[in-house]
């Protein structure tokens, strides 16, 4: 039987070693073909290039990887994916896989990330889609440990189809030399970040600010991802990118307009 076509992306650049582990993991299911940004783009969300010229060459990293080719990209994972199903494959893939990613992508910060962005825009264009990440931010964090849970959710979505609309949001414990307890089906915590800036003074005499904040769980429900994520399991949480609040639109019609 012909192989799936996977296209691996993430936000964290081509070189990470997230990545270049996913790329490792699927090339044990299919054929890779990876188009991931040059350079590192967490927290870019959904951004695309629109005002400036986006560039993309092959890129020959470290082809012991497995992948059939690969693409840097000078955009946003958004664009890796657009410029992909556009412009560099001969054919839709399969699925799309994003990540891994270092650090939580659960709950409200998947508002902000650029490899759920990268999943939700294969989404978007038809193509089943899951996004990886790994609650470790250590350059050096342990993939190998997800390595079978990664496989077994990727086999499962190719054989079961992930439901139309919806993309997979997979986060995966930090827990070092050991498996995960399983795997569970969560709703995203309510959480948000209470958020400041550390302002500061360059040499230069010119004010500037650092991003600083914590991260707020306002949830205490035992079948959310955050539960999930801090009692060792691995957290799948359906999510769509049809942002209508279905439930507020009765309300809504009750309104005086």
């Not at 992306?9 to 070693?17: E, F, H, S, V």
């Not at 470790?136 to 609309?165: R, T």
Request: net charge negative; aromatic share 8%.
């Amino acid at each position: 039987m012909e192989k799936p076509l996977i296209l691996v992306t993430n936000d964290d650049g081509i070189t990470a070693p997230g990545l270049r582990a996913l790329i490792r993991f699927m090339s044990e299911i299919g054929e890779v073909v990876v188009v991931a940004p040059d350079s590192p783009q967490s927290g870019m969300g959904h951004a695309i290039t629109v005002d400036n010229t986006l560039y993309s060459s092959k890129a020959d990293i470290d082809q012991t990887d497995g992948a059939l080719v690969e693409y840097s990209c000078s955009g946003t994972p958004a664009d890796c994916v657009k410029l992909a199903l556009q412009e560099i494959l001969d054919r839709k893939p399969d699925i799309c896989i994003s990540g891994i990613n270092h650090g939580s992508n659960a709950s409200i910060n998947v508002i902000y990330s650029g490899t759920m962005s990268a999943a939700i825009e294969a989404g978007i264009e038809g193509v089943p889609a899951i996004g990886f990440s790994l609650c470790d931010y250590s350059w050096d964090a342990d993939f190998e440990s997800a390595k079978e849970s990664i496989i077994s959710i990727v086999n499962e979505a190719l054989k079961n189809k992930i439901p139309k609309g919806v993309v997979l949001n997979v986060n995966i414990p930090k827990i070092d030399q050991r498996l995960p307890k399983g795997i569970k089906i969560c709703r995203q915590a309510r959480a948000n970040w209470k958020e400041k800036f550390d302002k500061r003074t360059n040499p230069r005499g010119k004010e500037y600010y650092w991003l600083t904040g914590e991260f707020e769980l306002l949830d205490k429900g035992e079948d959310t991802d955050e539960w999930a994520l801090a009692n060792d399991y691995i957290s799948i949480v359906p999510t769509q990118f049809d942002l209508t609040a279905h439930h507020a639109i009765q309300e809504l019609n009750g309104w005086d307009l």
